[in-house]
């Protein structure tokens, strides 16, 4: 039996509990759209947690909101999923074991990450398991490492201290890089984001080396915005990749970006989402425009 998860804490919690309880030969780290594009190969019985749903799964995860409206029951998918402050949470619940006890502190302090309950602090000082999420967190700039993702779980499931993986020399590596970047990856999200009335966009295109910062640093230089539009080049700049995220100081943004998104081909929860576009395509320039007036207008769901 495989386990398929994303390599973000709150996957990386995922695969901590569910390795104590299932056996689990294999763990394989994916993004989303993997998933749901079919690049990555979901093998019958296979279990999935923190992605989205597909009909070969023998067991499911997800706080997606819109998780639990999935027809998964008639192909006879069991799991828990639907709206809960992480997906780490519904496994937790979900084996009701013993066995999983002594992880109820990191599985509180996954919660509050994945629900985005962070301080100011916590985005300007980052320590603990806030920063080492941010180690995790692709969004942060740093590069999707799969085996840093299962060497993280593994030390988790040990019993090791946060402090102690903090301290491992690759975490260590990444967080040298994460601070060394700090001041410069500041100085760009000032110089190319503008505020559009609640709007916060964020153009990193013409950025030939993306500084590694945190993704969070924009709602604290911009306090008036509730919502982000990231955009940037990927993939030898064959690739547009929108992200749009809400404001964890300013919770007044009502959209649901994950719906937005939906609608141009993307996807996402409700505080987070994002889509690819064709940096070619005159059109993609409309749709960027489109996706900022529907934010602005802060009323916009998907039907």
Partial sequence: MRLITRANLDGVGCGVLITRMENIEQVVFAHPQYVSNGTVEIQKGDIIANLPFHQNAGIWFSN?????????????VTGKRGFAPSSTRLVYDYYDSPRLKRFEGFIRETDRIDNANLSMDDVLNPQGWVLL????????GLAEYHGFA????????NGSHVNQILDMPEV???????????EEFKLEVVDRSKLDDNVIFTDFRDTDIMP????????????????????????????????LGKSIFNRTCEVHLGQLAE????GGVSGAAGLSLD?????SEKVIAEIIERLKENSYILM
């Fill in 64 to 76: 997606n909101q819109k998780a639990d409206a999935k027809d998964d029951k008639s192909f006879g």
């Fill in 133 to 140: 999420s941010y180690t995790l967190d692709p969004f942060m």
């Fill in 150 to 157: 299962f060497s993280v779980m593994i030390s988790i499931q």
């Fill in 172 to 182: 260590k590596g990444r967080i040298g890089r994460y601070r060394m970047d700090a």
């Fill in 212 to 243: 590694v910062g945190n993704r969070f640093l924009a709602f604290a230089l911009y306090p008036d915005g509730n919502v982000q539009v990231g955009i940037s080049l990927h993939k030898n700049q064959t690739e547009l990749r929108v992200r």
């Fill in 263 to 266: 609608k141009y081909g993307g």
């Fill in 279 to 283: 940096p070619n395509d005159q059109n």
